[in-house]
């Protein structure tokens, strides 16, 4: 498998070039970004990552060099991908998500790493503490099992009469089975009943809304997922189509036309990831940078979809919303 067969464009800019030109850009430091999803769908988190970079002086294009890779949920592209960039021997590798973080990790012990997931690093094997990593890892840590059953509860106070919710997930995410197990263990309390419907193809979405038709289903909860993320369109037209009013964990399908959104701000973690990937080509030692924790959060509504839903947003839910859509 070739090289450049992973790298795509972003943000407008092409980022492969012919070997000639890559050539010329040999004495600029360069970092690997890889990323589940797709670039359409990472505009916002990769422009957050080079605001990182800036913070210390690294511009893309000028002083440093940026390769992107956009994995699309095929993870069976991450032996190459990883052979090559050690092979190479990068400068740094940023890797946002728990599959493309463990890959990296299991592929080189000394390229400097810069992760960004989920989980605790620790238990996971990234690093061996959080304060003192220790190794050639260090990034960030964004709370989401934590937090995977409050778009739920926000829901259910949005439409109080959906009793029968579906939650769809992408079951290739390690996440999953956690998020599952938060939101059966939410739903009770909540007099709800959960469908668990699981869905990693574009197909398998439509599936899925097929299967919410036949059952009757009164809501959605969209499970965090990068692939999911950037399904934004196809999610946001089918419930749109079938009525359904879906709550998710990233504001990008609200924006899409989704109804309502709370999560961890996934542009401040890469942000973060940017910021320590400068300090580390600054000098800094993965091994002496405490694993830092994002905890911003934000909540979203889109009016306009609950307008067409017929929906009535309580004041209270408006005012304590990060953002409202109109």
Same mark, same amino acid.
């Given at each position: ?63 440093? $060099? ?22 190479? =021997? ?47 890892? $260090? ?45 059966? =263990? ?52 089918? $419930? ?41 080509? =600054? ?21 306009? $979809? ?21």
């Amino acid at each position: 498998m070739r090289r450049r067969e992973f790298i795509t464009l972003v943000g407008g800019t092409a980022v492969a070039w012919p070997l000639s030109a890559r050539a010329q850009q040999t004495a600029l430091p360069v970092v690997g970004f890889v990323r589940d999803g797709t670039a359409e769908a990472s505009v916002r988190f990769a422009a957050a990552f080079r605001e990182g970079l800036n913070k210390t002086g690294y511009v893309e294009g000028q002083n440093v $060099t940026v390769e992107y890779y956009w994995l699309e949920g095929q993870y069976d592209r991450l032996p190459a991908l990883m052979a090559d960039l050690v092979r190479r =021997k990068v400068d740094v590798i940023a890797a946002p998500g728990f599959v493309p973080a463990r890959a990296v990790k299991a592929a080189t012990a000394t390229i400097p790493i810069v992760f960004g997931v989920g989980e605790d690093p620790v238990r996971i094997g990234l690093v061996a503490s959080l304060a003192r990593p220790g190794g050639n890892a $260090t990034g960030v840590n964004i709370l989401v099992q934590e937090v995977s059953a409050k778009p739920l509860r926000l829901l259910h106070e949005l439409v109080p009469k959906a009793v029968r919710i579906a939650v769809l997930v992408n079951p290739r995410n390690p996440f999953a089975e956690s998020v599952v197990l938060e939101v059966q =263990k939410a739903a009770p309390t909540l007099g709800l009943q959960i469908e668990i419907l699981n869905a990693s193809t574009i197909g398998e979405i439509d599936a899925a809304f097929a299967t919410f038709a036949r059952e009757h289903i009164d809501a959605l909860f969209v499970a965090a997922d990068a692939f999911l993320v950037s399904r934004r369109v196809q999610l946001a037209t089918l $419930t749109a189509r079938d009525r359904i009013p879906a709550a998710h964990s990233a504001r990008e399908l609200v924006e899409a036309g989704g109804l309502m959104s709370y999560g961890t701000d996934l542009a401040d973690m890469f942000h973060q990831i940017g910021v320590y990937t400068s300090r580390i080509l =600054k000098g800094a030692k993965p091994a002496e940078l405490p694993v830092a924790q994002s905890t911003k959060f934000e909540f979203v509504i889109n009016l306009q $979809t609950a307008r067409a839903l017929d929906i009535a947003v309580p004041p209270g839910l408006i005012s304590f919303a990060d953002e409202v859509i109109e």
